[in-house]
C-alpha cells in the first residue's frame, strides 16, 4: 500500500504563512506527480497545486503568487508554502500522488487524510 500523511496544518492569522508537508510511505517503486487539493465546508474539492516529475509547478489562479509547491524526492515528500493567508483559504488541504506500487504495472492515485487549514481575520 502507499500512504500519505499531511502536517502543518493550523491556525493562523490573516496575512500569515503556513507550510504544509505529505511524506509518501509504503512499498513504493516510483512516484510521478504530486499535489495538493482543498474542500471548504460546503463546497467541493478543488484543486491547487501540482508538480510532475518534470519540476514545473501549476498552481490554480486563486493561490498563483501566493503558493509555493515543492518537492523532495529522495524523501518522497511534497511541501506547500502558503503566504499572504486569506480567510478564504480555510479548508482541509489534502496531498495526492500518482505513483507504482513494487509488484504493479500502472501507476494509481493516492490521496491522505488531509489537514485543516484556518486563516483568521
Known amino acids: 500500500q502507499v500512504q500519505l500523511v499531511e502536517s502543518g496544518g493550523g491556525l493562523v492569522q490573516a496575512g500569515g504563512s503556513l507550510r504544509l508537508s505529505c511524506a509518501a510511505s509504503?512499498?513504493?517503486?516510483?512516484?510521478?506527480?504530486m499535489g495538493w487539493h482543498r474542500q471548504a465546508p460546503g463546497k467541493q474539492r478543488e484543486f491547487v497545486a501540482v508538480?510532475?516529475?518534470?519540476?514545473?509547478?501549476f498552481y490554480a489562479d486563486s493561490v498563483k503568487g501566493r503558493f509555493t509547491i515543492s518537492r523532495d524526492n529522495a524523501k518522497n515528500t511534497v511541501y506547500l508554502q502558503m503566504n499572504s493567508l486569506k480567510p478564504e483559504d480555510t479548508a482541509v488541504y489534502y496531498c495526492?500522488?500518482?505513483?507504482?506500487?513494487?509488484?504493479?504495472?500502472?501507476?494509481?492515485?493516492?490521496w491522505g487524510q488531509g489537514t485543516q487549514v484556518t486563516v483568521s481575520s
Open positions: 509504503g512499498d513504493i517503486y516510483s512516484i510521478n506527480a
Open positions: 495526492n500522488t500518482w505513483a507504482k506500487r513494487l509488484w504493479a504495472s500502472d501507476a494509481y492515485e493516492y
Open positions: 508538480i510532475p516529475s518534470g519540476g514545473s509547478t
